[in-house]
């Protein structure tokens, strides 16, 4: 293998929502640049957070029946039961949810976490509180996913945070789709709660780091556990 495939395959490819924004910032910074010399080395490095911000990187899904899989990177910020958004008509009954938050250093292209048909897409608008608040379920900006497998229904939803102004969704209602693959992209900072059936036991805990497409979250075919109370990153 040569040095340049070397190179290449090292390489993390960047999603392509984040070219125009590459593009403006690359452009800014070389006309800033042209009159003060500091500015563009400064926007230089704002470009390569840009192109840092938006890697997409191949990831590896497990397989298997029942597996339920991290929909994005971050951290576990809450665990519990709590209602779904009414307008993924999930019923009025509280469900297991997994709430994972993204800071902006998160890769944020977002992954199905079960295969199966999308039944339904849900957009709300709304605020844009931080996304680690429990509140900001029921009041930020939102769009949410249905992926209906046999008789189990998943919610995902992804919430906009202080900075997120952007929820980016690829699919549509009726499409098929694979876990982990690729569904939609959040800009800049923000979370992603999941919601399972009721007695759903998850295999993740409070403060776990999640890779989307690969950590596992929850496994449906397994004996389920009692109720629990919401619990969050203290």
Known sequence: MSIVDSVTKAMVPIHREGWPFIAISLVATLVVGWFIDPLFWIGLLLTGWICYFFRDPKRVTPVGEGLVISPADGVVSLLGHALPPAELELGTEPLMRVSIFMNVFNCHVNRAPVGGSISRVAYRAGKFLNAELDKASDDNERNGLVIE????????????????????????????????????????????????????????SIGQTMIAGETVLA???QPQAPAQPLTRVS
């Open 219 to 221: 496994d449906l075919t």
């Open 149 to 204: 497998m046999g008789d189990t229904r998943i919610g995902v939803v992804q919430i906009a945070g202080l900075v997120a102004r952007r929820i980016v969704c690829f699919v549509r209602e009726g499409e098929s789709i694979s876990a982990g693959e690729r569904f939609g992209l959040i800009r800049f900072g923000s979370r992603l709660d999941v919601y399972f059936p009721a007695d759903t036991q998850p295999k993740v």
